[in-house]
């Protein structure tokens, strides 16, 4: 290129900077047409001070919280009180313990078995009903009646009472038969009082209570320990005398007394979360189902109660659905922030109902930003005054990541709506698009003044 190339380049070039053909790319400035920019840099103080400005995030309708409830069944007979389920949010499960009650002594019932033991010269043969000469020791089962047989005696009621009872009952009628009274009672096998335990356990029990003291603990334990997989929402629910009771597994661990709650004859436990109200319903109709014994008409009303349910959570889906077609189409109000500059998805997003959102959610959930062209030490949140005395002013957040470390600020900086997430050019970037878009006027304009 000759001496007057180079000169008509030279005069090419400052021409168009005059007349600001050059490319233009956005800064973040202390001044902007009249606008206060104030500039903070972001450290661990400043989002606290960031972070201060209210905001309650807008909550999803109460149709998302709501359960399909539960109804009483029609023509079952007498059966025991419906449980109520709670109608609980995500973010907190209600405390509502059972009453401590200490269960007492075991009171026998029908399928108990009994060992008793005469004394020598007075064993009763349980076949032929003879004495013979030594001490012998049969096996009685409480029958359904809640009576055992002793042969040479009778028939004996000893269902609901305690061992003494049943031994003193027992003495009573030896006496009466003109048999020795010396003799000897002990429960070998216990059948009649049994609690029930499932859901997220290692394994649904049915374990029967003896003479030692159950607690809730060791129920879980024997049934194989907890397992659900969102701990964090996990309850320990417990139906007893018609009443639906809930221990949150927090509360459960951090409290002894709930650990060591007696377990009472004919308790149904369940461990489940809030998100699984189906299949506690399920549980507990089951153990409605066995309380009853099969009445008449009670499979006919519990399907119509399935039916009702059934409906109930048909139109709450139907609700849900509805609302999330209206969001889908932009019906429903939400907040947005907004991301521009060097992101590598400029667009707006939405935050989200019923919880906060950071920096690092927002830049990361929308596919960050090309460190080949985004400068990390220039990383803004502009945020617009709210208070109309300051006359629009606009507090830049100036996030400096240089320094990745100070990336881990970015989770803990809450976005507010209309906030503007900008990312500023790396300096090679502004100079390389200038050359992209200035060289081929440059070329056209060189050669028309050659020509």
């Given at each position: 290129?000759?001496?007057?190339?180079?000169?008509?380049?030279?005069?090419?070039?400052?021409?168009?900077?005059?007349?600001?053909?050059?490319?233009?790319?956005?800064?973040?400035?202390?001044?902007?047409?009249?606008?206060?920019?104030?500039?903070?840099?972001?450290s661990?103080?400043?989002?606290?001070?960031a972070?201060?400005?209210?905001?309650?995030?807008?909550?999803?309708?109460?149709?998302?919280?709501?359960?399909?409830?539960?109804?009483?069944?029609?023509?079952?007979?007498?059966?025991?009180?419906?449980?109520?389920?709670?109608?609980?949010?995500p973010?907190?499960?209600?405390?509502?313990?059972?009453?401590?009650?200490?269960?007492?002594?075991?009171?026998l019932?029908?399928?108990?078995?009994?060992?008793?033991?005469?004394?020598?010269?007075?064993?009763?043969?349980?076949?032929?009903?003879?004495?013979?000469?030594?001490?012998?020791?049969?096996?009685?089962?409480?029958?359904?009646d809640?009576?055992?047989?002793?042969?040479q005696?009778?028939?004996?009621?000893?269902?609901?009472?305690?061992?003494?009872?049943?031994?003193?009952?027992?003495?009573?009628?030896?006496?009466?038969?003109?048999?020795?009274?010396?003799?000897?009672?002990?429960?070998?096998?216990?059948?009649?009082?049994?609690?029930?335990?499932?859901?997220?356990?290692?394994?649904?029990?049915?374990?029967?209570?003896?003479?030692?003291?159950?607690?809730?603990?060791?129920?879980?334990?024997?049934?194989?320990?907890?397992?659900?997989?969102?701990?964090?929402?996990?309850?320990?629910?417990?139906?007893?005398?018609?009443?639906?009771?809930?221990?949150?597994?927090?509360?459960?661990?951090?409290?002894?007394?709930?650990?060591?709650?007696?377990v009472?004859?004919?308790?149904?436990?369940?461990?489940?979360?809030?998100?699984?109200?189906?299949?506690?319903?399920?549980?507990?109709?089951?153990?409605?189902?066995?309380?009853?014994?099969?009445r008449?008409?009670?499979?006919?009303?519990?399907?119509?109660?399935?039916?009702?349910?059934?409906?109930?959570?048909?139109?709450?889906?139907?609700?849900?659905?509805?609302?999330?077609?209206?969001?889908?189409?932009?019906?429903?109000?939400?907040?947005?922030?907004?991301?521009?500059?060097?992101?590598?998805?400029?667009?707006?997003?939405?935050?989200?109902?019923?919880?906060?959102?950071?920096?690092?959610?927002?830049?990361y959930?929308?596919?960050?930003?090309?460190?080949?062209?985004?400068?990390?030490?220039?990383?803004?949140v502009?945020?617009?005054?709210?208070?109309?005395?300051?006359?629009?002013?606009?507090?830049?957040?100036?996030?400096?990541?240089?320094?990745?470390?100070?990336?881990?600020?970015?989770?803990?900086?809450?976005?507010?709506?209309?906030?503007?997430?900008?990312?500023?050019?790396?300096?090679?970037?502004?100079?390389?698009?200038?050359?992209?878009?200035?060289?081929?006027?440059?070329?056209?304009?060189?050669?028309?003044?050659?020509?």
């Amino acid at each position: 290129m000759n001496k007057f190339s180079l000169v008509s380049a030279a005069s090419v070039m400052l021409a168009l900077s005059s007349c600001g053909t050059f490319y233009v790319s956005s800064r973040v400035a202390d001044q902007s047409q009249g606008i206060d920019v104030r500039v903070i840099p972001i450290s661990a103080e400043t989002v606290l001070q960031a972070n201060r400005q209210a905001y309650a995030p807008r909550s999803l309708p109460d149709v998302f919280f709501m359960g399909a409830g539960n109804g009483a069944p029609r023509d079952a007979g007498a059966l025991p009180v419906t449980p109520t389920f709670p109608e609980l949010t995500p973010s907190r499960l209600e405390l509502r313990p059972p009453p401590a009650t200490e269960p007492g002594p075991y009171l026998l019932g029908s399928g108990d078995v009994l060992s008793l033991a005469l004394a020598s010269g007075q064993a009763v043969d349980p076949i032929s009903g003879s004495t013979e000469g030594q001490t012998a020791q049969q096996d009685i089962v409480v029958r359904d009646d809640g009576a055992v047989s002793i042969p040479q005696v009778g028939t004996v009621d000893v269902a609901g009472m305690s061992i003494d009872e049943a031994e003193a009952r027992i003495f009573e009628r030896l006496i009466d038969a003109g048999i020795d009274p010396n003799f000897g009672v002990q429960i070998t096998a216990f059948n009649s009082q049994r609690v029930s335990i499932g859901g997220a356990v290692g394994a649904n029990q049915v374990l029967a209570l003896t003479l030692s003291r159950l607690s809730l603990a060791q129920a879980i334990a024997q049934a194989g320990g907890i397992t659900a997989p969102d701990r964090e929402f996990a309850s320990i629910r417990i139906y007893r005398d018609g009443n639906l009771y809930q221990i949150p597994l927090s509360d459960f661990r951090a409290r002894a007394e709930f650990q060591q709650l007696a377990v009472l004859p004919g308790d149904a436990i369940y461990v489940d979360t809030i998100y699984d109200l189906d299949r506690a319903q399920s549980f507990y109709l089951s153990q409605i189902d066995i309380i009853t014994l099969r009445r008449t008409g009670r499979t006919a009303a519990l399907a119509e109660l399935a039916t009702e349910i059934g409906l109930r959570r048909a139109d709450l889906s139907e609700q849900r659905d509805l609302f999330a077609q209206r969001n889908t189409l932009g019906a429903e109000k939400r907040d947005y922030v907004y991301l521009g500059g060097e992101v590598n998805n400029p667009s707006r997003w939405p935050l989200p109902y019923g919880d906060q959102a950071s920096l690092a959610d927002v830049l990361y959930d929308s596919g960050g930003f090309d460190t080949a062209t985004g400068n990390p030490a220039q990383i803004y949140v502009l945020r617009a005054a709210t208070d109309p005395a300051a006359f629009g002013a606009v507090t830049a957040w100036h996030l400096n990541a240089r320094n990745a470390v100070n990336f881990t600020l970015a989770t803990k900086f809450e976005m507010r709506p209309n906030d503007i997430i900008f990312i500023e050019e790396q300096p090679i970037t502004t100079w390389n698009r200038t050359l992209q878009q200035s060289i081929p006027s440059l070329i056209t304009m060189t050669a028309g003044a050659g020509n």
